[in-house]
Every structure is written in C-alpha cells, then in structure tokens.
C-alpha cells in the first residue's frame, strides 16, 4: 500500500505559506496582494532587493526542485545568473510575468511531489550545488525553509512599500 503521509503534510504546508493562513502570519498571496508594476520593483535600502527579485529567485529554485524531483539531478547554482537577477533585468519582464511565473512553478511543484511517496523522500539524487549525494527529503524541507525565509523579507518590503 503506498503511503503518502509526510508528502501529503509537505504539500498543505507549501500550500498554506502560500495561501493560507499560516502561523507565522501572512501568506505570500496575502503580501503579494495589491503589488503591481509600480511597487513591486521597488528596493527600500541599497543593498536590499525588490519583491520583483525575491519572487524572480524562489521561482527559479523552485523549479530547479522541480526538476530535480522529475529527472533526479538540476542545472543550477547560487553562482547561475538566474539566481539573483537584476532589478533591470525583471522589469523588462513585467510584474505580471514575474508574478505568474511564481505561481506557475508552485503549481509545477506541487504536482511533480504529488506524484511521489513518502520512500521517494529517502531516496538521493546528486546535488551540484552542495557537490554532494543528498536525500529529497533534505530538499523538500529546505525548500520549505527557504519559502519562509523569503516570506519574512517580503512582509518587510511591504512595510517599507507602505510607509512611502
């Protein structure tokens, strides 16, 4: 019989970060609500990105664990020039875009995890970015991580979005 219990409780957390009403607070819908081509590439301080980077950069990680889940190894590294595009870059390609490829490669995701059980979670797959064999349950967590790392940058922005 195939069990699908810890598969089944990541996909609801990936879901309710990204729509719900999660714990820690908003949900990335409910921040993303109301920014558009005008605030979402806005950067607050300096050094600090724009909701537009944020979002560009989890889609990009995203689907490269997408694509690890599918095909069992990824192309990118925190050194790809996908990872951090410019602001420059991002506003050529519109908010919409940007925001709908987000969503699309949640949507991706979710499906391809899906698909798996929770021994898939055991299984390894080559991680070129650790340089490493590493389990996809360390994968799926760390993605989780990541989405609320992100989640608590992007209420910031919103604050400063806000106040100006």
């Known amino acids: 019989m195939a069990m699908k219990v810890l598969?089944?409780?990541y996909i609801s957390q990936f879901e309710e970060i990204q729509n719900g009403q999660p714990w820690v607070g908003n949900s990335y819908r409910s921040i993303l609500r109301n920014i558009n081509d005008s605030n979402?590439?806005?950067?607050?301080?300096?050094?600090?990105?724009?909701i537009a980077e944020i979002l560009s950069h989890c889609t990009m990680w995203r689907n490269e664990a997408t694509l690890k889940i599918e095909k069992g190894f990824g192309t990118k590294t925190d050194d790809s020039i996908e990872n951090w595009l410019s602001n420059s870059v991002l506003q050529n390609k519109g908010w919409k875009a940007i925001h709908n490829n987000y969503k699309l490669s949640i949507e991706n995701f979710i499906?391809?995890?899906?698909?798996?059980?929770?021994?898939?979670?055991?299984?390894?797959?080559?991680?070129?970015?650790?340089?490493?064999?590493?389990?996809?349950?360390?994968?799926i967590e760390g993605m989780l991580h990541h989405d609320l790392y992100h989640l608590g940058q992007l209420g910031l922005i919103k604050k400063f979005i806000e106040e100006t």
Do not use: V
């Not at 979402?40 to 724009?50: D, Y």
């Open 40 to 50: 979402g590439f806005f950067q607050p301080l300096n050094e600090m990105h724009s």
């Open 111 to 139: 499906e391809a995890l899906s698909c798996k059980e929770d021994t898939f979670l055991m299984r390894t797959y080559y991680d070129i970015d650790f340089k490493k064999e590493c389990q996809y349950k360390f994968l």
């Open 7 to 9: 598969i089944t409780n």
